[in-house]
Structures are given as structure tokens and as C-alpha cells.
């Protein structure tokens, strides 16, 4: 892939890869302190610009009420890490939960590195990852059609 670059991340799309991964992570360690049952429906709203973003995720999951509330911050965006809170409640459990992201361009697409921290309760979790994303198109080379 050599000469192959990919557009910069913009704010506004790092608003998304962060609305898009900090609740899974978050979920992910949810189920770690309990247990992973499919078919659970949860509702998940956000509003964002390129400064700061908002979110609710709601719902019941084990027969827990889940309601929690997210903000971000991507004010520093390219430069500093996009970071953010969470709180709100599992059943009557509270949950508080912190974060950071990095993302940098890459030839052909970008790269995340991501450290999260949840409590629930008593039970407390961290979540560390980075993911590689190689965005493609059409007419790149080596790329099959």
C-alpha cells in the first residue's frame, strides 16, 4: 500500500469511533461482572459536536435497570485524547466509569489506542485495546472486487 493515505480522522468522525466502541467496552465489562445473556434490548441515544458528545444508554439487562449517562470531550482533538465519563446505575448498583483514546492517522486508515475504567458496585474492571482500521475503497490498488 505504499503512497496510500487515507483522509485525516475529523473531530466529528472520532465523536463517532468513540460512541461506537466506549459502550461495548463498557458492556463488556458489565457482562464480565455478571454474566452475558443474548437478547437483551438496550437503547442508546447521543448528540455531538465537534467539541463534546452526550449519550444515554438505557434499558434492562438481567433484570437490572441500566441507565447511564455519558461525556465526552474532544476538545484537544487532533492533539490531545479524546476522554470521557460515565455515570449512572446498574439496578441499584452505581456506576461510574472514565476514558481515553487515541487516534492517529495511519497509511490507508487509522489506529485507536483506547484505556477504560468501569465500577459497578463493588466490582471494578479496565478495559485496554487497540485496533487497527484499514479503510478501503473501490478503486485502490490490491484491493479484490
Known sequence: ????????????????V?????PDNDLFLLTSFTSFQAGQILSYSSSSDTQHWTAILSGAY????????YSGDLSGYPGAPVTWTSMGSF?????TGTGMMTITDEPGGFTVILHSALQVGTHTGTFDDVIWVWLLWNDAPNVRK
Open 91 to 95: 439496578g441499584a448498583s452505581t456506576w
Open 62 to 69: 438481567l433484570s437490572n435497570s441500566l441507565d447511564v449517562n
Open 18 to 22: 468513540a460512541q461506537g466502541t466506549i
Open 1 to 16: 500500500m505504499s503512497g496510500l493515505h487515507a483522509a485525516s480522522i475529523t473531530a466529528m468522525e472520532a465523536s463517532f
